[in-house]
């Protein structure tokens, strides 16, 4: 299945004239403003616990697959923070997923926060902070992610037979009936009980309480893309304290980790990167050249009881009634940083990240990206419109290429979101949202085409950045290997 390639639509009316052919409609500028009449310029107040953002740009947490064994940072993480800071970004909302306990990390090499670890992580911030003031730059907002990654776990041992680092450890909340395939659960996996989320809850409260303690300005509770805290909103299967077929049994946990956050480090602000919607996970469809097959849904049970944000009688549709439901709730508890995103890496990655070119564990576009692209932000807009005091950052934008400006610019504007948040696009081009609003054309060499390296890397157990386009890892030996572990898949 193939569709033109962005950097082929050659102008803004060539991606409104594809947009139209595909039936969507999304706000599109034809000219860039710069600073300080751009959208983009505006500062964003971010609530009392905060100082206010300079601009409208946010950069999302990546992770790099770069730290040590023991869970601080390498040089490699180092760099990717100080390219933050030298960014021009305002927001970093986490710089990186953080672990709050080691049997919740999703790799090996991840980074924690545990006493052990915060005194480093506090470095990466200063050199982040340091990096911005060198290149003066306003100071950015510094936040970190706090995460545990609960059925994608991994233990730090060898590698494992696919020549991704460590073995699955998965932690589950609920028996799923296609994802327990995936992640070799079987009857004898015991499902965490509710004294071990007792005791993750506390794990959680701790970790902020250092982050407070090394000056970040406030964490997220990492509710997406399939790990522990976003699978526990939909565990409807599970009995006990921690879950159930009401929404408010669901959504008893955050309220109990944001509780406890507060209680450990009082005046701490505190945001949610939040799966607004799901879908089931898809599988590559058959193809007898070898080639990945575009993804197609697997068979789930219906109703289909194991997701959030969709109709639980026909599962690829979005349900927001929820999602928009617990946002409120947030709001009403003063967190009002909602990171908007959906769906997960592991088993629907259209969804969680338009790209042209899949990852090696994925499969083919089943669709145009744009209407990927289009879907993230309509859902950052209703979002927006249902929980106008929520400071909304979104997502999607990479896959945009030479036109994230152009929509970026008109988005904000018009209201659909509070902040742009950038992913992939930054371990390319990590300067873009200096370039755009000091009025600059973008540098097209460097902008990210969704190769998808900065996945497929990890997937086969080697740090993860941008081979084709940062030339600092286009001259790392893992390049080479890369293109070995690939030729050998």
């Known amino acids: 299945m193939e569709f033109p390639k962005v950097a082929s639509l050659r102008s803004v009316a060539g991606l ?9 409609e ?52 180092r760099r990717r923070w100080e390219n933050f800071g030298r960014s021009g970004a305002a927001l970093i909302w986490g710089g990186e997923a953080a672990a709050v306990r080691a049997d919740g990390r999703a790799n090996p090499n991840q980074l924690m926060m545990i006493d052990a670890t915060a005194a480093a992580l506090g470095d990466l911030r200063r050199a982040l902070l340091a990096a911005a003031s060198a290149a003066a730059l306003p100071r950015p907002v510094v936040g970190l992610q706090l995460t545990h990654s609960g059925r994608w776990a991994r233990a730090a041992t060898a590698e494992s037979g696919n020549g991704a680092k460590g073995r699955p450890a998965p932690l589950v909340a ?9 992640t070799g659960i079987d009857s004898d996996t ?25 000056g970040f300005d406030f964490v997220d509770i990492k509710h997406c893309h399939g790990y522990l805290l976003h699978e526990l909103l939909s565990a409807r299967t ?15 946990l955050t309220r109990a980790i944001i509780a406890a956050v507060r209680q450990a480090a009082p005046g701490l602000a505190i945001g949610v990167r939040l799966s607004v919607f799901d879908t089931v996970p898809h599988r590559p469809s058959a193809n007898d050249d070898g080639i990945l097959g575009p993804g197609v849904p697997e068979d789930v049970p219906l109703p289909y009881r194991f997701g959030f944000g969709l109709d639980a009688e026909a599962p690829t549709r979005i349900d927001l009634r929820e999602p928009i439901a617990l946002i409120r709730e947030l709001v009403g508890q003063k967190v009002r940083l909602i990171n908007v995103t959906a769906g997960s890496p592991y088993y629907c990655p259209h969804i969680q ?31 927006k419109e249902s929980a106008p005091e929520a400071i909304v950052v979104s997502t999607g934008w990479s896959y945009l290429q030479d036109y994230l400006p152009h929509v970026a610019q008109a988005c904000v504007r018009a209201g659909w979101c509070d902040a742009v948040g950038l992913g992939r696009m930054v371990l390319s081009y990590p300067e873009l949202p200096t370039d755009v609003l000091a009025g600059r054309g973008l540098a097209r060499k460097r902008i990210c085409r969704t190769f998808s390296d900065c996945t497929t890397a990890p997937r086969r157990g080697l740090i993860s950045g941008c081979y084709p386009l940062d030339p600092h890892y286009r001259k790392l030996p893992e390049r080479d290997e890369l293109e070995r572990r690939r030729k050998l898949s």
Do not use: K
């Open 16 to 24: 409104r004239g594809r947009l139209r052919e595909l039936g969507l």
């Open 238 to 252: 599970r009995s006990g304290r921690w879950g159930g077929p009401t929404f408010g049994e669901r959504h008893h």
């Open 26 to 77: 999304l706000p599109c500028d034809e000219t860039i403003l710069s600073a300080p009449a751009s959208p983009l310029a505006s500062e964003l107040g971010l609530g009392d616990d905060l100082p206010a953002a300079a601009n409208r740009f946010a950069i999302h947490p990546m992770e790099g697959w770069d730290g040590h064994d023991d869970g601080t940072p390498s040089e490699l993480t």
């Open 174 to 182: 609920y028996r799923h009936p296609v994802l327990d395939r995936r």
């Open 353 to 383: 990240r338009p790209a042209a070119f899949p990852p090696s564990d994925g499969y083919a576009p089943p669709e145009d990206p744009l209407a990927g692209v289009v879907r993230l932000l309509r859902a950052a807009r209703a979002i």
């Open 190 to 214: 015991a499902v965490l009980s509710d004294g071990d989320i007792d005791a993750l809850i506390q794990a959680f409260a701790r970790a902020a309480y250092l982050a407070q303690q090394e």
